[in-house]
């Protein structure tokens, strides 16, 4: 969980803006296929479809935005302020509890941010802060939502005329990490207590919006 960003904040030391993207979504499909494989047994239909039947609409619109788009700046800042509010949201406030509907219109909105800021796990995280999941039908449900959207970056890239194989050895060797790592996560999660993991969720969405609000700032 809240992997996507950290790997994200990594790569964008060393790959342009323009590479960045592209390649963390493909590893991240990658990643997130192999993490949805080992907890199939969690997944829930009444969260996945509505959610992939959302991503299509998304995937027409962001096409449209990147021929035009200048800089993901005020993304950033976005996504850092909704990261803060699930970190700190009193608990008095009710959980956000999504229906068919709302996780359509989520699919929509993670596709388009997939394509902008290339990680969609603070977004998603957001609906899972949830008292009635477990953390197992957590990390299982998330990967699978952001496998299809990193999945429809593919296409999307090509279209945009963007290079894979100029980058294909650092696709593959980042890919093969990705999936030893996530084998060696989803046996870590089982020995996890479910007050610990929520900790240690939260303290990692907190870095990532410390990450998102520091780049919105040196863009400025």
């Known amino acids: ?12 030391f060393v790959l342009p803006y323009q590479a960045l993207i592209p390649i963390h979504g493909l590893v991240q499909f990658i990643s997130n296929s192999s993490r949805s ?7 829930r ?28 700046e005020v993304f950033y800042l976005l996504l850092s302020v909704f990261i803060i509010y699930t970190v700190f949201k009193p608990k008095r406030l009710p959980e956000l509890r999504l229906n068919k509907y709302g996780w359509l ?3 929509s909105l993670a596709c388009i941010q997939s394509a902008l800021l290339g990680a969609t796990g603070p977004l998603l995280a957001i609906f899972y802060v949830r008292s009635d999941l477990t953390k197992e039908e957590v990390v299982s449900n998330k ?7 990193h999945f429809l970056k593919i ?6 005329n963007f290079d894979y194989l100029k980058y ?8 093969l990490g990705a999936i030893i790592g996530t084998y060696i996560g989803v046996n870590t999660l089982k020995k996890i207590n479910h007050t610990h993991f929520n900790y240690i969720f939260k303290s990692l969405l907190l870095i990532a919006a410390a990450r998102l609000a520091y780049k919105f700032a040196i863009a400025l």
């Open 45 to 72: 239909k009444d969260f996945i479809i509505p959610f992939l039947l959302g991503t299509p609409i998304g995937f027409i619109l962001v096409y449209h935005l990147l021929k035009n788009i200048e800089g993901p």
């Open 105 to 107: 219109i989520l699919g």
């Open 143 to 149: 990967a699978f939502q952001q496998l299809f959207t």
């Open 168 to 175: 294909s050895a650092v696709i593959i060797l980042m890919s």
């Open 37 to 43: 494989f080992y907890l199939r047994r969690h997944l």
């Open 1 to 12: 969980m809240a992997g996507g960003v950290l790997l994200l904040s990594l790569m964008s």
């Open 155 to 160: 296409p999307l890239f090509l279209s945009l």
